[in-house]
């Protein structure tokens, strides 16, 4: 059951106070958990298991909570901060390399029929920088704290004493927390990331030279350090991690010539040109890239059917 099916009345069926208020921060909780963890499906747990604990309380205690929405995020941050320290445990199973859960545009989500229904994850999840891939494998390095305090003070704009309730620390040491994850977000940081045109650009060449199985023009497009990550889960095959332009290049061209009847698609992947693949019409996979310049620095491909959730349902 997801949170939009609990029934958010009251015991003697009226409806719940603050309401209104309430469900107005559905949006910005996706946004924040989508943030922290990394995974749209955990998100939506999250939400739901937020919005459980809110209407497990007595009207009177719900009266008596000043702010419903700092209530809201405060109980949410502390279940992502909890999953978090989880979350690494699990991922020590994980079978190959996680890489976060890509989402397609706001448009494309569910064919494109993401405005039939408002309460859509797609309509909530704001596609901005803090979405971009390249940003949620930085995040990804962070300790649970640091990632929780620098989310919510630096992306959602929380002061740190806010951050505190949530982390369980002062705010001194949330303070310390958010600058140590912006060190490691300068020092992981490509210089001169392309501008979106230039981005949409390298990514539309690369797809050509791929169909077109033109190994020169793939290495031209790819940085000789370029690095290549693919996560299958465990549930599909996925290529080791590739490390040089000419070798992903080249295991491209094998790839294509091994599974015939693929078809690339170009789209927008967490708010960043990237590519879709599929096989005889399904989805099979989901690439994102980071572009530096006129190539290729990074590109993450995503092959776990149950990360593509979004981009195969409906």
Not at 28 to 56: H, I, K
Not at 126 to 141: G, K
Not at 149 to 172: M, N, Q, W
Not at 200 to 214: I, L, N, S, T
């Amino acid at each position: 059951m997801r949170s939009q099916d609990i029934q958010y009345v009251a015991g003697d069926g009226v409806p719940a106070p603050g309401l209104d208020a309430v469900m107005s921060e559905r949006r910005q909780l996706t946004n924040l958990a989508y943030r922290l963890l990394g995974s749209l499906a955990d998100a939506e747990d999250v939400v739901q298991e937020t919005y459980a604990r809110w209407y497990a309380m007595s009207r009177s205690r719900q009266e008596a909570v000043e702010s419903p929405g700092g209530w809201l995020t405060t109980v949410a941050g502390r279940i992502c901060l909890d999953l978090l320290g989880s979350a690494r445990a699990r991922r020590e199973r994980y079978v190959g390399e996680w890489i976060p859960e890509p989402l397609p545009d706001r448009t494309e989500w569910l064919g494109g029929r993401s405005g039939d229904d408002p309460a859509d994850p797609a309509d909530r999840v704001t596609l901005d920088e803090s979405v971009s891939m390249a940003f949620l494998v930085v995040l990804e390095a962070m300790t649970p704290a640091e990632r929780v305090a620098f989310v919510l003070h630096d992306v959602f704009r929380y002061s740190f004493a806010e951050v505190a309730d949530i982390v369980g620390r002062t705010p001194a040491a949330c303070r310390q927390l958010a600058s140590s994850a912006r060190r490691r977000i300068r020092d992981a940081r490509t210089p001169q990331e392309a501008p979106a045109a230039q981005h949409a650009d390298v990514v539309k060449d690369f797809k050509r030279a791929w169909e077109a199985k033109d190994i020169d023009a793939l290495i031209g497009l790819l940085d000789p350090d370029a690095t290549g990550i693919a996560d299958g889960g465990g549930l599909v095959g996925a290529a080791p991690p590739l490390f040089g332009g000419e070798r992903i290049a080249r295991y491209l061209v094998a790839f294509m010539d091994a599974v015939s009847g693929l078809t690339l698609l170009e789209r927008s992947v967490n708010g960043r040109p990237g590519l879709v693949v599929q096989h005889e019409g399904a989805v099979t996979g989901v690439v994102a890239f980071e572009v530096v310049g006129d190539r290729i620095a990074h590109c993450w491909a995503v092959r776990n059917p149950e990360k593509l959730r979004p981009w195969t349902t409906g």
